[in-house]
């Protein structure tokens, strides 16, 4: 394959071969539905998913946890298939099955021999399009979330990250906890999500990709036989538009938030406005984030565990979505270095956007990455989540060959100018463990905004 391949809503039916000759075809069906596959040749296995692109950044006032809510709900039956059956269905061929909800999509998956994939597509068009979202089932799952998000509250790294979204995008709806909160959960009524399911599960919502052992003219037979036999009608429909692009200006939530938990680590987390998923830099980003906190060879490794022992785990990350992104910095480290460790992390952000990288690095983190994209596509999950993301998020494929060209692309002086760029950024610091906040007094080279610390219990 020559470059990125475009994926238009209007055109029908696309294919093309990828890196290493894999067939790669997408089909959009007469009701909107559309079909992505690659095939793996020598795979004996398959991995679907069902694609709707509403995650928690598309739910309104009263609707707060109603996405993820109802991913665990459609694992709890239909007309025909009991919860039981479900499990079973995939569990008896050594399947795997499972959902995620994220900020812009959510995504129901199943990973099965070859010879079970017309079962999985069967089983995953059922649960997708005929739950039951039975009353009681609802209030059973409902205890059950309200123990997952108790759980993430007692994860320091978990809770960490979801005030650092909240004080980097603010008042954004990427800054919302995917899963929502207690209490919009103990508030949520089986009628809102039922509401909120209607609404967004409709042919011209539905995406489903697989990866693996399949031919394309049978999995779209299969998928329309399938489809028809869950409950939906044949009417014809298109594609619902895709999100736009056009980068958000943020307003940051607040600047330091130290939140007092009596743990023997301290979590400290650093983060900026990043970029978006379609923004031409992303291959500098990637570098930046290789050469800063992407292994053990980084610089924030090297500096704050190798060379000073001061956490065990740091490290950068680069979460980007339609039209905006974070740039952020993590550290697990004993309580009474959190201040260390945040302004050393700081201070080697800071002298990457002066000083740039080295030819070295930028030829080690081209390898790294070009070669970790290579091993990940021996897996089906990869792949299958590949073709999802490029339908859903930003409407082209690219495939291991093209994403090498684009590193390839990338300067030493370009990192260097996105580090400014992104340092330049309005700065949130999250602080969890046992510390005392006026360690983090916003005068301090860690804070520089003329904000006073809030505390947060």
């Known amino acids: 394959m020559n470059g990125p391949v475009p994926l238009p809503l209007d055109v029908d039916d696309i294919s093309?071969?990828?890196?290493?000759?894999?067939?790669?075809?997408?089909?959009?069906?007469?009701?909107?539905?559309?079909?992505?596959?690659?095939?793996?040749?020598?795979?004996?296995?398959?991995?679907?998913?069902?694609?709707?692109?509403?995650?928690?950044?598309?739910?309104?006032?009263?609707?707060?946890?109603?996405?993820?809510?109802?991913?665990?709900?459609l694992f709890k039956g239909t007309p025909t298939r009991s919860a039981f059956d479900i499990s079973v269905s995939f569990e008896s061929v050594g399947g795997e099955h499972n959902a995620a909800t994220a900020k812009e999509y959510t995504c129901y998956y199943a990973k099965v021999r070859d010879v079970d994939l017309d079962m999985a597509v069967d089983v995953l068009a059922d649960m997708v399009i005929s739950s039951r979202i039975d009353p009681d089932e609802f209030e059973i799952e409902r205890g059950v979330i309200l123990d997952e998000l108790a759980m993430a509250d007692d994860d320091a790294a978990d809770l960490g990250s979801e005030r650092l979204f909240e004080s980097v995008f603010g008042d954004h709806a990427l800054g919302r906890p995917i899963g929502g909160s207690p209490d919009s959960i103990r508030a949520a009524s089986r009628d809102d999500v039922v509401r909120h399911y209607r609404a967004n599960y409709r042919p011209q919502d539905l995406v489903i990709t697989v990866a693996?052992?399949?031919e394309h003219d049978a999995l779209v037979a299969r998928i329309e036989a399938a489809l028809k036999?869950?409950?939906?009608?044949?009417e014809a429909g298109e594609p619902v538009p895709r999100r736009s692009t056009d980068a958000v200006a943020l307003t940051q939530g607040r600047p330091v938030l130290v939140v007092p938990?009596?743990?023997?680590?301290?979590?400290?987390?650093?983060?900026?406005?990043?970029?978006?998923?379609?923004?031409?830099?992303r291959p500098a980003l990637s570098i930046l984030n290789a050469v800063l906190g992407g292994g053990m060879s980084s610089r924030l490794f090297q500096e704050i565990r190798e060379k000073r022992g001061l956490a065990y785990s740091v490290y950068s990350f680069t979460p980007s979505y339609s039209d905006a992104g974070l740039f952020g910095l993590y550290a697990g480290c004993a309580p009474r270095n959190a201040a260390e460790v945040?302004?050393?992390?700081?201070?080697?952000?800071?002298?990457?956007?002066?000083?740039?990288?080295?030819?070295?690095?930028?030829e080690r983190a081209i390898g790294m990455l070009g070669g970790a994209a290579a091993l990940a596509l021996e897996d089906s999950d990869t792949r299958m989540n590949r073709l999802g993301r490029a339908e859903i998020s930003t409407?082209?494929?690219?495939?291991?060959?093209?994403?090498?060209?684009?590193?390839?692309?990338?300067?030493?002086?370009?990192?260097?100018?996105?580090?400014?760029?992104?340092?330049?950024?309005?700065?949130?610091?999250?602080?969890?463990?046992?510390?005392?906040?006026?360690?983090?007094?916003?005068?301090?080279?860690?804070q520089p905004a003329a904000t006073s610390p809030q505390a947060s219990s």
């Open 342 to 362: 945040a302004s050393l992390m700081l201070e080697e952000f800071d002298r990457l956007a002066a000083d740039g990288i080295s030819d070295l690095e930028l």
């Open 229 to 234: 036999a869950a409950g939906w009608s044949d």
């Open 212 to 214: 693996g052992a399949v």
């Open 395 to 446: 409407g082209e494929f690219v495939d291991l060959d093209e994403s090498l060209v684009r590193l390839a692309r990338v300067t030493p002086a370009s990192v260097s100018t996105l580090a400014g760029d992104l340092r330049a950024g309005v700065l949130s610091t999250v602080v969890v463990g046992d510390v005392e906040p006026a360690l983090f007094d916003p005068t301090s080279a860690v």
């Open 261 to 281: 938990r009596p743990l023997e680590q301290a979590t400290v987390l650093l983060g900026v406005p990043g970029l978006a998923l379609t923004d031409e830099r």
């Open 16 to 73: 093309f071969r990828a890196t290493a000759g894999e067939l790669v075809r997408r089909s959009i069906l007469p009701t909107g539905v559309r079909v992505l596959s690659e095939q793996m040749p020598g795979a004996r296995s398959a991995t679907v998913g069902f694609w709707v692109a509403v995650g928690s950044r598309d739910e309104s006032e009263g609707e707060r946890g109603s996405t993820h809510f109802l991913e665990h709900l």
